[in-house]
C-alpha cells in the first residue's frame, strides 16, 4: 500500500476539530476518542455545577491545544513513519490500557456518585425548566432561586462533608486527638 499526502488546506481546516485530522488520514481511534474526551469536557462544561465547569473548561483548552498540535505533528510525519503507526485510542499513548479496568472499589464508588449527582443536576435542570412553564409567576418568583440552586447545595454540603472527613482522617493517622491539648514542657 503507498502512502499518499494528504491536502494541506483540510489539514488546516479539520485541525480546529479535536480528531478530524486524524481520521482524515485514517486513524479512527485516534481521532474517535480524541474527539469523544472533547465531547465529554464539553458536556461539562454546560452542567450548571461550578467545580465540574470549572474543570471541563480546563480540559477543554487542554484538549484542544494537544488535538491541535497533534495533527500538525502527524501531517508532518514522514509516510514510511506514517503508514507503520498503528490506529489506537489516544489515552494508550500515555500509557493507559486501551480498555480502561477500574479496579479500585473505593474509587469505582467515588466515580459512580459523581456520575449519578452529574446526571442528577443534569435532570434537576430540565425539571426546573418544564416546571417554570406550568406555575404562575407570583409562585415561580418566590421559590425560583431556592430551586435553582438545590443541585450547587447539594454538591456543596457533599465536598464539606468530605472535606471534614479527610482532616479527621488525617488527625486520626497523626494521632491527635480534637480534646486534647498539648502543654509545651517548662511553661508552668
Known amino acids: 500500500m503507498e502512502y499518499k499526502k494528504r491536502n494541506g488546506f483540510f489539514v488546516f481546516c479539520f485541525s480546529f476539530i479535536p480528531g478530524a485530522v486524524e481520521m482524515y488520514m485514517g486513524f479512527m481511534k485516534n481521532g474517535v476518542s480524541l474527539f469523544t474526551l472533547f465531547v465529554l469536557a464539553s458536556i461539562g462544561l454546560m452542567l450548571d455545577v461550578p467545580f465540574i465547569s470549572l474543570f471541563a473548561a480546563g480540559s477543554i483548552a487542554i484538549i484542544w491545544i494537544y488535538a491541535f ?21 489516544i489515552w494508550t499513548e500515555f500509557g493507559l490500557p486501551g480498555k480502561v479496568k477500574i479496579q479500585d472499589e473505593k474509587f469505582r464508588r467515588v466515580l459512580a456518585i459523581v456520575f449519578i449527582f452529574g446526571g442528577a443536576s443534569v435532570l434537576w435542570e430540565n425539571v426546573y425548566v418544564c416546571v417554570r412553564e406550568f406555575v404562575s409567576s407570583e409562585i415561580w418568583n418566590s421559590f425560583a432561586p431556592i430551586l435553582r ?28 486527638d480534637d480534646n486534647s491539648v498539648d502543654v509545651p514542657e517548662g511553661s508552668n
Request: glycine share 10%; no cysteine.
Open 69 to 89: 498540535f497533534h495533527a500538525w505533528n502527524m501531517y508532518r510525519l514522514n509516510g514510511d513513519v506514517l503508514m507503520g503507526m498503528e490506529d489506537r485510542y
Open 149 to 176: 440552586n438545590v443541585p450547587q447545595t447539594i454538591i456543596s454540603i457533599i465536598f464539606i462533608y468530605f472535606g471534614i472527613r479527610l482532616i479527621k482522617g488525617k488527625k486520626k493517622e497523626l494521632g491527635i
